[in-house]
């Protein structure tokens, strides 16, 4: 069945609970809360929450996509707004075949959107404005092919927490995924392993059915196949026909270098199997990552604060710093103030079109808790020549 016709039948903004004018965050926040209510792995044998789950993943599906998004909300408005019955009527009264309307009297309404016969047979009748409606092509039969077309699997999201180093430099990981998967026995196909599935002979394989009534041709699901186009004679014992099993699987992810905290990894193909060996969907997992104790990020840059001492800034002296890779000697010119950055090229975030961004080394002074004797006589010593050379810290502050 084609999507935009299930899409009549759904109140997705009811299945994640939220208003229809909801914003894209109010969509993720509803849909993660649920996702972890009714996750299988914490509903074991729950087939009311598996069910539930999946609704909810294939209203997040269309709600968290806005041109996707978009279409469900003209669809339904479109269909609010006017109503398709034996009568004729259209949208509350714009046909009818009472008074005010277009009475029988010879005209035929097939001509009004593009020729054809009484029942809307030939090419650009009323059948296509229907198909047009619900998503189906331009031309004779645009409603069936759109409705055989293999239904793709709903896209998945989920989370995964790296450190600092593993995020910057690059790692891979294994994420655990409990998510409706293609049948192992059928490989997805819903029919019993040695059978194949055979085209529906009522609609012979479009996955609709036409109904003549009066003047018009309605096209509507075939009954026999469920708008698939094909029908299964022996199902698959262990998807019940489906091509479908909920099972855990491991995917290996590679998360490449320089990945940003909240950053998402699309995964093309691992998302949700797609019914009886349709295309599955994505899995897009978002990427946390934690703080490290010595660097921050700025872009490509890396930032860390190196404690020194006040000789050294004054005299001058070569230090060493953590890198990605290890330490490296930093020199320290003399007289440096605090607070001074210093910049190692190429010591940063790797770049995914090559080389590397800066480490930023900001010097902070580091006091002395206490002093013995001796460095207490060599600092008032210090302090002496230093009032004596007309040194005033304060000279220009607070003018």
């Known amino acids: 069945m084609a999507p935009q016709r299930e899409w009549l039948e759904r109140d997705f903004y009811a299945d994640l609970g939220v208003a229809s004018d909801a914003s894209a965050d109010d969509i993720k ?60 009527d259209f949208g509350g009264g714009g046909f009818s075949g009472g008074t005010g309307g277009f009475s029988g009297g010879g005209f035929d309404i097939g ?51 790296l450190a600092f180093r593993d995020a910057v430099k690059g790692t891979t990981v294994s994420l655990r995924v409990t998510s409706p ?73 590679r998360v ?15 998302g949700e199997a797609g019914r009886r060996g349709a295309p599955s969907g994505d899995l897009y997992v978002t990427v946390h990552v934690t703080a490290d104790t010595i660097f921050t990020r700025s872009g490509n840059d890396l930032k860390v604060a190196l404690p020194v001492s006040i000789s050294e800034l004054v005299l001058g002296a070569t230090v060493s710093v953590p890198t990605l890779d290890g330490t490296v000697g930093v020199k320290i010119p003399p007289n440096t103030a605090d607070g001074r950055t210093l910049r190692l090229k190429g010591r940063g975030v790797p770049k995914r079109s090559g080389g590397a961004g800066d480490l930023l080394v900001t010097v902070k002074v580091a006091v002395p808790p206490k002093l013995d004797d001796a460095a207490v006589e060599a600092m008032k010593t210090y302090a002496a020549a230093e009032r004596a050379s007309g040194f005033d810290p304060r000279a220009n502050w607070g003018r």
């Open 256 to 270: 490449p270098q320089g990945v940003e905290d909240g950053q998402r990894i699309r995964l093309a193909g691992q």
């Open 111 to 161: 001509d009004l959107f593009g020729g054809g016969g009484p029942n809307g047979g030939g090419g650009g009748g009323f059948e296509d404005l229907l198909g047009g409606l619900f998503g189906g092509g331009g031309g004779r039969g645009g409603v069936g092919a759109q409705a055989s077309r293999p239904r793709r699997g709903n896209d998945l999201e989920t989370e995964t927490t």
């Open 29 to 88: 926040k509803a849909y993660r809360k649920l996702a972890a209510q009714l996750h299988p792995d914490r509903n074991p044998g729950d087939a009311q929450a598996e069910e539930r789950f999946k609704r909810v993943s294939e209203a997040n599906s269309v709600l968290s996509d806005p041109a996707k998004r978009q279409e469900y909300d003209e669809t339904r408005a479109m269909m609010a707004g006017g109503r398709f019955r034996g009568g004729g």
């Open 181 to 253: 998967s293609p049948c192992t026995s059928c490989h997805g196909s819903g029919a019993k392993a040695g059978t194949s599935p055979r085209t529906c002979g009522s609609c012979n394989g479009s996955g609709f059915v036409t109904r003549n009534q009066g003047h018009f041709g309605f096209s509507e699901p075939c009954q026999d196949c469920q708008g698939t186009g094909t029908r299964i004679d022996d199902p698959c014992p262990d998807c019940q026909g489906s091509g479908i099993q909920i099972r855990p699987r491991t995917i290996n992810v």
